[in-house]
């Protein structure tokens, strides 16, 4: 576990070296942590530490108060913490614009720990719940999710 943060951000420092963000490229990154107070500066030394990438990131409650066109491409990289910590996720998708809600090429990061056997529900754009039962390896599992996803709603529950 990192040392400050907690259990939010333990599960995120995962999942960026686990690898969610490498194939961001140029494309800017938004973050549901805000790292350090949310300083463009700490966002991206976050990525630095923990994912050896020198990544475009920004904390997505200052991204949303930006000017950004509709179709402007952005990755937004968040978690979801469970009922306890064998239940928290960390997952990245490709977005659009100042309100990158709904993602495709979602990855899902099941970090070491995580109990087995469990389902995974999330919300695609037209609606539909869909529950999907995963068999995380001991050491982590990245899952990916097909379709436009709601970001929101993606989240790892017992069966």
Not at 61 to 79: I, K, L, M, N, P
Request: with cysteine; aromatic share 12%; glycine share 12%.
């Amino acid at each position: 576990a990192y040392d400050q943060g907690g259990r939010a951000y333990t599960v995120f420092g995962d999942g960026v070296a686990a690898g969610l963000a490498a194939d961001c490229g140029d494309t800017p990154v938004v973050t549901d942590y805000m790292i350090w107070g949310g300083h463009e500066v700490a966002e991206n030394a976050f990525f630095l530490r923990y994912g050896d990438l020198d990544a475009d990131a920004h904390a997505l409650q200052v991204w949303r108060t930006e000017d950004h066109a509709d179709d402007e491409a952005v990755y937004r990289v968040g978690f979801t913490l469970g009922q306890d910590r064998h239940y928290d996720i960390a997952w990245c998708g490709l977005g659009h614009g100042a309100d990158p809600d709904v993602l495709t090429d979602v990855e899902v990061w099941l970090p070491a720990g995580t109990f087995l056997y469990d389902v995974l529900y999330y919300t695609t754009a037209d609606g539909e719940e869909v529950r999907r039962e995963v068999y995380p390896d001991k050491n982590g599992s990245m899952i990916t999710l097909d379709g436009e996803i709601l970001a929101d709603s993606i989240r790892l529950a017992a069966h």
